[in-house]
């Protein structure tokens, strides 16, 4: 499983990335603001999806992701969405992704200042710990409203952390709740501070409402394979304890589901604290966004009703967008490929309901109006056929299309 997954991650860098001058592909764009709260010039990672039609400049917004650590994580998390949205039949919606570059970890994503330093960690890098408040405080007052500023984003966040950003995800579930439409929570560092994030934890998820929000934890193997993880709360070493301290997070989580909170959670028992963000984001994607794919089966594929399919496809986006908070259409390749499917099959009205349906959201496309056109030639109306592909190709000249058009008018 985790070697065709990193197949996927391996296609998706090819195919997703932009092309750049000097054969360069490009996977986003850097980006700076000046933080008067953080006092420093700050640096991130943009990256937008595609834009492949005159549509998708006038229409499109997109729900933003916000990641942590961006050196190391924003490659694969961008490549694992835009895999995962960019298809008939997509995962989750294409999405703004926001990888932020952090100038110290250890203060900008811990809660608390630690006294008491891990065994493995040297006291200069630590001392300055506890700046997590401020650095949430920059996310919403700073950078979140430039984003909206320059990038057009919809309302949906989504907030992806591993590790201390793990922590970090916690801590603004559990103290800024509503920053976010949902939370991805990978290994998160949980026994920082004698667990003090841990603990506040317990509390808020025991009395708290978490409404309309939700969060995915992924945890790796992190301890001596001689280890049974039915034992690891028995274990009082440190090396244990990170294990030892996300367990009680998950029995935290599932214990208190009178709170509301959306909640998944999943050990990767032969994943490491390093391999296991992939493997946890592609899982948690699929958790966060279980309502957006459209199943359309075989049979209502086929069957020749002709408002049948229209109609589902409006219901199932009309849910859709009443849980991302914003309208949310279906895809150009959707309606595409379901009215041509129809048109094959001499379902002629199923197939011209689909292409208005598809010309009405997307009238300023060459696709939609040759597929309408497409129609028209089918019942062999011929004067409503030109005009749709002469309407089509004033969009985008196509030479396909253009053979078509000289095809019918005897040229």
Known sequence: MKHFLFFILFVALIFTCKAQPGNQLVLGEKDSIQSEILGTKRFFYVHMPTINSPADVTKKRYPVAYLFDADAQFASTVSMIQFLSTHYNSVCPEMIVVGIFQENRRKELTPTHAEVIPPYWDSVSTKSSGGGEQFISFIEKELMPYIDSHYPTQPYKMLIGHSLGGLTVMQTLVHHTNLFN??????????????????????????????????????????????????????????TKHMRSILKLQGYLEKNKQNGLTYKGNYYTNDSHMSVPFITEYDALHFLFNFYPIKVSVKEETNPDPTYLVNKIKRHYSYVSKQMGYT?????????????NALNKKHYEKAKGLFAYYLDIYPKTADANECMGDYYQAINDTKNAIAYFEKSLTIKENAAIRKKLQKIQGK
Not at 199 to 226: C, H, I, M, P, Q
Not at 328 to 340: A, M, R, T
Request: one cysteine or more; aromatic letters at 12%; hydrophobic letters at 35%.
């Open 182 to 239: 949902s939370y991805i929570c990978i290994d998160p560092s949980m026994w920082w501070d004698d667990q003090t994030l841990l603990k506040e934890a317990k509390e808020a998820l025991e009395k708290r409402r978490f409404t309309g929000t939700s969060l995915y934890l992924g945890f790796a193997n992190t301890v001596d394979d001689d280890i049974k993880i039915n034992k690891i709360q028995a274990d009082t070493t440190f090396d």
């Open 328 to 340: 949310v259409y279906p895809s150009e390749e959707l309606l595409n490929w379901n009215g041509h």
